[in-house]
């Protein structure tokens, strides 16, 4: 398998040469930490193993959320936690794409402008949902922004998990959509492009030259969400491309796969190192921003009013119990390491008290302190 910190060390002084003057400092940010995610360059953490005793000083991992080693906890946590909402009722994934003529200005307005594509987003499915003559009331939505395509180009869109019931908050109804449809999606289009020209003009930017008429909101059913939200996970964290799908590396080309959105098969595109850094880089996120989001009746303040739904409509759900961090194990004897400290900047080094701490490591355990 091929490493992204391989790459890093053969392509990223030719990408500082081509594109450092230009590069936004989240990116900096991120390209450091991907260098030093579990090497020698990161802070240490001392383990002993509850068994044997022995000590080790094991790199810190990096923490990043666009780094593929890390935050695979995060992850399921995230899934876990969205399951837990849910209901007895059909699911559909709305998803609103930007046309190609915006995204000029949304790479140069990034923070404004993706927290403008969400909301837009949100309200459009909640303005439909009050005025449907089934459902009559407030919606909820469970809402990942995308930023790439399949290939690793700049596409942003933005994907919305929502359940065809709402509740009305004055009568305090719980109303459900039953069709193979939630809303039209011609309709959806219409009303978003509207939400984002008015939106761009408030903010105060010129509308993209030559923007087109027609827009594109894809609706689909998706069951009960559960395969759903586990697909919007998967790249909630740890990048967008997996190194398990990087197929090769020499000093000028980095080959990668991925499944094809039109053939549904297995493709490879093949770039220049710096390219396929250029590539990686530019999906990186603005500093604090967040990109799952839960409107409606599932925000994080709704709990109540979840659980209450989940009562009268007799949802059974088995109580998720938050997993563990993946233990360490010792080498030596397979028993449990224990974190005696974190953060440690400089190994200390060996005493006559203790002569059992081995060389620094790269490791593979998903611990991140």
Known sequence: MIRLIDILHRFESEFLHTYGASLLSSQRSALSAFKRCRTTLAAQMQVQCEACFKTDYVPHSCGHRSCPHCQAHESQRWIEQQQAKQLPVDYFMLTFTLPKEWRTLVWQQQKLLYDLLMKNAWDTINTFSQNDKTLQGNAGAIAVLHTHNRRLDFHPHVHMVVPSGAIHLLQQRWRVKRSKYLFNHKALAKVFRAK??????????????????????????????????????????????????????????????????????????????????RLLLQHILPKGFRRARNFGFLHPNCKRQIILLQILLRVHLQPIHPRPRPAMIC???????????????????????????????????????
């Not at 759903?228 to 790249?235: C, N, P, V």
């Not at 200390?348 to 998903?366: A, C, E, H, I, W």
């Open 196 to 277: 984002m020209l008015d939106g761009i003009t408030r903010l105060g930017f010129t509308v993209p030259k030559g923007i087109r008429d027609t827009w594109v909101v894809d609706c689909k059913q998706v069951g009960s969400g559960a395969k759903a939200i586990i697909y919007l996970g998967r790249y909630l964290y740890r990048g967008v491309l997996q190194e398990k799908d990087i197929l090769s590396c020499d000093d000028q080309h980095v080959r990668f796969r991925y499944i094809d959105s039109k053939t549904k098969k297995v493709a490879v595109r093949t770039v220049t190192g710096v390219e396929f850094l």
């Open 331 to 369: 080498a030596c004897c397979s028993g449990i390491k224990r974190i005696i400290q974190t953060r440690i900047q400089s190994r200390p080094r060996p005493n006559s008290k203790d002569l059992s701490m081995p060389d620094v490591v790269q490791t593979s355990m998903g611990v991140v302190m």
